[in-house]
């Protein structure tokens, strides 16, 4: 079947003032949890990587944004309306799960900032089983974005602007106060000094470079 690049939006869910999840039609796309797509409206030539936030079951797409007010795209692809139209090339990255590692049910560390929970999202709504610990590191604790997804006691919110979060703090001060497992697989996603600051940390508690997985938002 030959697939076009475009993709109907079925509907847009906001999740905070600022965030938001695009759900749009999949069209048979098949992808690895952790990829993610380039998008952007149909209307315009503009578009940026997202990763994908929706499980590889999932009937629809679904992609969880920050509207970056002066930023280009992602405060234009909040204005969309049931209906039209988004551009999606991919699936892209290889920001996933090693298949061997998920087998033999090894321990998975998984570190985001804001929307860079996106693809643990995707790996958590994939993957039966999986044994893993997510730290969330956001301000306020309404960007816990649908927590409910995540077993409770693996989830681990991160607060730094109010103290309502499960740890009270950034991602990298739990890393710091902690120990893990020295067999754990880590990954981390989003803001390029939380990976830097946290890859440094689990270094000198002795994890191997090839232990330490990461996706760089910005
Ligand atoms: C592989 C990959 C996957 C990504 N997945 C997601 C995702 O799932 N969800 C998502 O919201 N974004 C994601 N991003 C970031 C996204 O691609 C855009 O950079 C972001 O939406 C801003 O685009 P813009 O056109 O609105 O702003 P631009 O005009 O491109 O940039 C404006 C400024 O905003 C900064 N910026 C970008 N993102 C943020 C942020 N989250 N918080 C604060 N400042 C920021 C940029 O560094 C720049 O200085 C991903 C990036 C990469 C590389």
């Known amino acids: 079947m030959q697939l076009n690049n475009y993709h109907q939006l079925l509907g847009i869910r906001n999740l905070t003032d600022s965030t938001y999840i695009l759900e749009v039609e999949r069209k048979a796309m098949d992808f690895e949890p952790g990829q993610h797509v380039l998008m952007g409206r149909a209307d315009s030539i503009h578009k940026r990587e997202y990763s ?20 280009l795209v992602s405060k234009n692809l909040k204005k969309l309306v049931p209906g039209d139209e988004l551009e999606i090339e991919g699936p892209l990255g290889f920001f996933g799960l090693e298949e061997d590692a998920v087998r033999q049910g090894k ?15 995707s790996m958590v709504k994939s993957i039966d089983g999986l044994d893993y610990t997510l730290l969330h590191g956001v301000r306020y604790t309404e960007e816990a974005y649908e927590k409910d997804t995540y077993d409770p006691d693996r989830y681990m919110l991160c607060t730094t602007g109010d103290k309502k979060g499960d740890f009270h703090g950034r991602v990298t001060d739990y890393i710091r106060q902690h120990d893990f497992d020295k067999d754990t697989i880590c990954y981390f996603c989003g803001n390029f000094n939380m990976i830097r600051e946290a890859m440094d940390l689990l270094s000198k508690k002795g994890f191997p470079s090839e232990q330490l997985h990461a996706e760089v938002y910005f």
């Open 52 to 71: 994908i936030y929706s499980g590889n079951r999932d009937e629809n797409l679904e992609l969880l944004i920050k509207e970056i007010t002066d930023g």
């Open 107 to 121: 321990k998975f560390l998984f570190v985001a900032s804001g929307t860079g929970i996106a693809p643990f999202h």
